[in-house]
């Protein structure tokens, strides 16, 4: 039955983000925005070093990475100050947009006839909130990442075996993926009942997310499977971008377009998340759905009792039968 459900709510859920498409355009424009913000002072610094210098017909041809701590060293530490402040600023910004859109996303792809933008300034509030109470748990994400990095180290330092402790770093790699998934999957499961049910607080619907998703073990696997689909689509994005041909000006935008593609199904597959996830959450209905509110009966007794009738003697005033009268 839940696998079942599994199967129609991912099914479901790609399909969604596709009618909605306006909602992925604008999706797509602002993490269009925050690239831009973010590559502009970048650009800006290397035409300063090579706009008139045939070190760029070489770099065009073949890339070296060397070249780049080497600029930045040239252009000093000033300049790579201004870029690390730009960069911390785009992604606070890209932060906060994304939080603001997610809220009418998800708002949309629940309820169509609802106002993307409104949704967003209504639930923009919740999802900052949600935000806030989310922040410890991914600190302790990676504050049990680093320390199994730390114990790893420890032991390893002392060994005679290299192999061993590659394996480890790799498993330390994937646990630290998984728990950074059930993190994410668990904020989004409370983002679809803040819009779902419509509640105000955040802390209380990250509680009943965390429930839903131990009592309904099914819950995760959706989030999951949405995130091995973009993993395949990492894997056939970087086969494509290494077979593709950079020598040339036609290559480079074909590389380029490629990537556009690429950033904009990582969208869509964040959006069928959302949608998916709701999908599954209305089916099996977690722990803050509304209560089951039965019908009443077809005969209901009346409230008060109809008056006997002085005419008819108290022992034959009974429908089901004469009693006999006490002495």
């Not at 909602?23 to 424009?29: A, N």
């Not at 925050?34 to 073949?62: K, N, Y």
């Not at 005969?299 to 034959?316: G, H, K, S, T, Y």
Request: aromatic residues 10%.
């Amino acid at each position: 039955m839940e696998l079942k459900s599994v199967t129609q709510a991912v099914a479901g859920g790609l399909r969604e983000p596709l009618k909605r498409w306006p909602v992925l355009v604008v999706f797509y424009l602002a993490n269009l925005a925050a690239a831009a913000l973010a590559a502009g002072p970048l650009i800006a610094l290397i035409a300063s070093t090579l706009g008139h210098s045939l070190e760029s017909e070489r770099l065009f041809e073949q890339f070296d990475l060397s070249w780049i701590p080497e600029m930045m060293r040239t252009a000093g530490a000033p300049a790579g100050s201004t870029l690390g402040a730009v960069a911390a600023l785009t992604g606070v910004l890209y932060l906060v947009a994304s939080t603001f859109l997610s809220g009418g996303a998800i708002a949309v792809l629940l309820h169509p006839g609802q106002s993307s933008f409104a949704s967003c300034a209504r639930y923009f509030p919740r999802f900052a909130r949600l935000l806030v109470w989310t922040l410890p748990c991914y600190a302790i994400v990676f504050a049990v990442y680093g320390g199994m990095g730390k114990a790893i180290a420890k032991f390893a330092e002392n060994s005679m075996q290299a192999h061993v402790w590659i394996e480890l770093g790799w498993l330390r790699m994937a646990i630290g993926l998984v728990l950074l998934l059930l993190v994410n999957g668990v904020a989004d499961y409370a983002k679809i009942i803040l819009v779902e049910e419509g509640r105000s607080g955040a802390f209380a619907a990250l509680l009943d997310a965390f429930r839903f998703a131990i009592r309904v073990r099914s819950a995760m696997l959706v989030m999951l499977a949405v995130q091995a689909l973009g993993g395949v689509l990492l894997l056939v994005y970087h086969g494509i971008s290494e077979i593709t041909p950079q020598t040339s000006l036609a290559g480079v935008f074909l590389l380029a377009l490629i990537r556009q593609v690429y950033v904009a199904a990582r969208l869509w597959l964040r959006l069928a998340g959302w949608s998916a996830g709701a999908r599954f959450y209305e089916t099996i209905r977690g722990p803050g759905s509304d209560p089951v509110i039965t019908a009443p009966p077809e005969n209901p007794l009346p409230d008060v009792l109809p008056a006997p009738d002085p005419e008819i003697p108290a022992e034959e005033s009974h429908t089901s039968g004469k009693f006999p009268s006490i002495p």
